[in-house]
């Protein structure tokens, strides 16, 4: 008599569940796993069985921190990194043609410059961008997000000159007459906000449903919005994408400045569940910015600057302490950017203060990056439950300036995954996209592949001792994302799970080590249903 939907045998399963790593079968039921292991312990008479012919099955990838909106929009957007753009003068050209292209009275947007990837060396400047258009404004966002390029028109419609004082925790930067470049680094590129075109719901849930399916063709089950742009409710707007077509389970941050001054900004309680497709997860605070752009609040000065250079740190203690408030009486996570040993310790000794506010479904706080930790930081955040959420794929894509800005050593001991792990802090991986140098800033695979190998993209050692094993890699993407996310019931292949799962195109198991960014998704499943495959 039949049991199950569908029952899939003969395949190479990795759970992620340390209690059962690998399965050969697994029956389904109403969308969820009821039974999972070795196939010949199950009987298959009158079943529906799907034959996995030896293939790869991993759970649902889980990408705990990136910025999908913002994904979304840049693809209408000029793309301003190889294999697209090369140079500032084809960055010119690129302007100039969207210019002829759109006409008069629009602003003209990219994203992704990163000066190491560009022939000249430097990063664009007003007069690079005038030079494509003088009578409209433009605004190129370098690859990290942190910093904003713009043009004379731009800065003439924001009102910034040689007399504009810089924001706290901002920079605009100048020539040696004091003349601003045109570069808005950190809380400086908000000076522009509000003459920024905001983008109309519609265009954005439109935007959303065409990203969705290339995450799917890229085994992304799962995502987190880090926070919000403006003061929209992202939670309403992926509800409203869903009813269109996009398939991912969400989890939300709200940026804390955005909200914090509004007295009835609070999370209604039936948002934070863990097993609703669009979870609200909670605040988020920028601390400090990037290395790529030196922005980064380290304790010892940059290499290769004008001056003794230690970052910039965009927030105070009293922004961190407030969201704490707010984060104990909604019963919320707390994220924090920190990058730099200085914000990574700010972040962590205000947290460490504090008795856990969640139950053990979820970490109470979560330290975006944290590519420095201290030893204070780590035996801090072990002690407190502070888990920790990073992106391998930095140091692949953004080798030029990690290495022009820390040098080989400093950056080798970056991004110390095993030291992290063997502290018992609580990991996930992510590519915080599209906060870095790539066309394709979402691929799992080639920051799976940089976790293990600890190469950069020109063959850099990144630093080996601190490489991970490819199977405790594919668990940071899978079950520690569901944990730091707080989804109760995905990240595993396990029973009464959700059969969020994909099928490889080849073993991932078998490839050489520095080939695993060449593996493709060939099925995506959600719920058991067939959502992407391959042609």
């Not at 009578?135 to 713009?150: A, L, N, Q, T």
Request: with cysteine; aromatic share 8%.
């Amino acid at each position: 008599m039949k049991q199950y939907d569908s029952v899939y045998t003969n395949g190479k399963i990795f759970t992620a569940d340390d209690e059962g790593l690998y399965a050969d079968s697994m029956a389904l039921q109403d969308g969820k796993i009821v039974w999972i292991g070795k196939g010949e312990a199950l009987d298959l008479a009158g079943e529906d069985v799907i034959d996995l012919q030896g293939r790869t099955v991993l759970p649902g990838l889980i990408d705990s921190h990136m910025h999908p909106i913002m994904v979304a929009a840049n693809l209408k957007q000029i793309v301003c990194l190889p294999p697209y753009i090369h140079s500032i003068e084809e960055l010119t050209q690129a302007v100039r043609k969207v210019r002829q292209e759109q006409g008069p009275d629009r602003w003209i947007l990219g994203w992704g410059y990163d000066e190491g990837k560009l022939q000249e060396g430097r990063t664009p400047t007003r007069y690079d961008l005038d030079a494509g258009a003088s009578d409209v404004p433009v605004c190129i966002i370098r690859s990290c997000g942190h910093i904003r390029c713009v043009n004379s028109k731009a800065l003439a419609l924001g009102g910034i000159d040689e007399n504009t004082v810089c924001p706290e925790g901002g920079r605009i930067v100048r020539d040696d007459r004091g003349v601003p470049t045109g570069v808005l680094e950190e809380n400086a590129r908000d000076l522009l906000a509000q003459y920024m075109p905001a983008e109309e719901e519609a265009d954005i849930i439109e935007n959303l449903t065409n990203l969705s399916e290339h995450l799917l063709s890229e085994g992304i089950t799962a995502i987190a919005d880090m926070g919000n742009m403006d003061d929209r409710d992202y939670f309403d707007i992926y509800e409203n994408a869903r009813k269109k077509g996009f398939a991912q389970r969400v989890g939300v941050f709200y940026m804390w400045d955005q909200f914090r001054h509004k007295p009835e900004f609070h999370f209604v309680q039936q948002r934070l569940s863990g097993e609703i497709p669009t979870r609200v997860c909670g605040i988020k605070i920028i601390a400090d910015g990037g290395i790529s752009g030196r922005t980064a609040w380290v304790n010892q000065p940059y290499l290769a600057g004008s001056g003794a250079e230690y970052g910039v740190s965009t927030c105070t203690e009293e922004d961190i302490t407030s969201a704490i408030a707010f984060c104990k009486e909604n019963k919320a996570q707390l994220s924090i950017h920190a990058m730099g040993q200085n914000s990574i310790d700010m972040a962590v000794n205000l947290i460490a203060e504090e008795e856990d506010w969640l139950d053990d479904r979820l970490p109470h706080a979560r330290i975006e990056h944290a590519s420095m930790p201290t030893e204070n930081a780590l035996a801090k955040s072990a002690a407190a439950d502070i888990a920790f959420v990073t992106q391998p794929v930095f140091l692949y894509a953004e080798i030029e300036r990690y290495l022009e800005n820390l040098g080989i050593q400093w950056l080798q001991s970056t991004f110390p995954f095993r030291e992290i792990l063997r502290r018992g802090i609580r990991l996930a991986f992510s590519t915080d996209a599209p906060a870095t140098p790539l066309a394709d800033a979402t691929n799992p695979f080639l920051c799976v592949e940089t976790a293990v190998t600890r190469k950069a993209g020109d063959g850099t050692d990144c630093g080996r001792e601190n490489a991970v094993d490819l199977e405790t890699a594919l668990k940071l993407y899978t079950r520690e994302g569901a944990y730091v996310m707080g989804f109760a019931d995905i990240g595993m292949l396990k029973k009464d799970y959700r059969a969020d799962f994909i099928v490889l195109d080849r073993d991932i198991f078998s490839v050489p080590e520095q080939e695993i960014h060449l593996v493709q998704v060939a099925e995506t499943y959600m719920d058991g249903e067939l959502r992407y495959q391959k042609e």
